[in-house]
């Protein structure tokens, strides 16, 4: 008789595979390893979103810093901040459809 398999979930759960059925074993697989990609997907979306909101806050308070930054760079700053903001919500619009 062969060893029973089992496999743990993400969420901790131990599911047992029934070795008669490796089709069914390997379907569920692939269902929670696509559930635990959508997850991950999810969080580096968040991260990108955070990462945009302290580009367009950097790049707020460089835009707002007066003389003591070079032109060149404070006109940078200042586009950077409303593409910051554009990109966000357009990363939360979608991700919302989703």
Avoid: F
């Avoid at 940078?76 to 357009?90: F, G, H, M, P, S």
């Amino acid at each position: 008789m062969s060893p029973s398999l089992s496999v743990a979930g993400a969420d901790g759960k131990v599911v047992a595979l029934d070795p008669t059925k490796p089709e069914t074993a390997v379907a569920e697989r692939v269902r929670r390893l696509q559930s635990e990609a959508r997850s991950l997907v999810g969080e580096h979306v968040r991260a990108l979103e955070a990462a945009l909101q302290d580009v367009e806050r950097l790049s707020a308070e460089i835009a707002g810093g007066g003389e003591l930054y070079p032109p060149g760079i404070r006109e940078i700053a200042r586009r950077l901040t409303e593409d910051a903001e554009v990109k966000a919500q357009a990363l939360e619009a979608i991700m919302a459809r989703n």
